[in-house]
C-alpha cells in the first residue's frame, strides 16, 4: 500500500507536472490581472476559467486546486498587498471542480454545469459572501442583486466558450497530456539516456 502511494505521488507530482503547474499559474495571472474588465469595485469579466479548466482537465483535481489557490496568493500579494480567504477557497473549489468534471471525460453538459456551478454557486455566493464578510463591502440585497447580471453574463461567456473547446480543443489536449505527461507515450513511460 506504502509503495503504491508514493508511486502516485512521485507521478501526479513529477518535474514534469510541476513545470506544467508553473506555466498554468502564470496563465492564470495574465488572464485574471492583465486580460480583465474591471466594472466598479466589486465586478470583474475575466477568461481565468480557461486555464483552471485546462488544469482540472489534464492535471486533474489536486493540482488545479493548487493552482488556483497559488495563482490566488501571487496575484493579491503582488497587486494588492493582502488576501481575501474566500476568494482563495473560491479559487480552490473552482479548480476542484474543474478537475472533477473534465478530468474523466468532458462533454458540453459538462461545461454547462461547471458554468452553473462556478458562476452562481461559488462566484455569486461565495465569492459575494466573501466581499462581504473580509472585503468591508456592506452586505445588502443591491450588492447581491448587482453582481448577479455578472454572474449571468459570465455563465454565457464560461458555458459558450468551454462547450466550444470540449467539443475541439480539449479531446486533443487530453490526448496529448495523457502520453506525456502520465508517462503512456509510445515508448511506455520509460526514457532513454
Do not use: H
Amino acid at each position: 500500500m506504502k509503495i503504491r502511494k508514493k508511486a502516485w505521488r512521485r507521478r501526479r507530482f513529477s518535474p514534469i507536472v510541476l513545470a506544467c503547474m508553473g506555466l498554468l499559474i502564470s496563465l492564470e495571472l495574465v488572464c485574471e490581472r492583465l486580460l480583465v474588465i474591471n466594472v466598479g469595485s466589486t465586478t470583474r469579466f475575466s477568461l481565468t476559467f480557461v486555464p483552471r479548466a485546462i488544469s482540472g482537465l489534464c492535471l486533474g483535481s489536486l493540482p488545479a486546486a493548487l493552482i488556483g489557490i497559488l495563482a490566488d496568493l501571487i496575484g493579491a500579494f503582488l497587486w494588492y498587498g493582502s488576501v481575501n480567504p474566500g476568494i482563495t477557497l473560491a479559487a480552490g473549489l473552482r479548480g476542484i471542480l474543474y478537475g472533477t468534471l473534465f478530468y474523466r471525460k468532458c462533454s458540453v453538459c459538462r461545461a454547462m454545469l461547471a458554468a452553473f456551478v462556478s458562476q452562481f454557486l461559488i462566484g455569486w455566493g461565495l465569492v459575494s459572501l466573501s466581499l462581504c464578510w473580509f472585503g468591508g463591502v456592506p452586505v445588502s440585497s443591491a450588492f447581491f442583486l448587482g453582481r448577479l447580471p455578472q454572474c449571468i453574463a459570465m455563465f454565457a461567456a464560461e458555458s459558450l466558450l468551454l462547450g466550444l473547446l470540449s467539443q475541439s480543443f480539449f479531446p486533443q489536449l487530453k490526448k496529448m497530456t495523457k502520453e506525456r505527461l502520465r508517462g503512456e507515450g509510445t515508448d511506455g513511460g520509460k526514457r532513454e539516456g
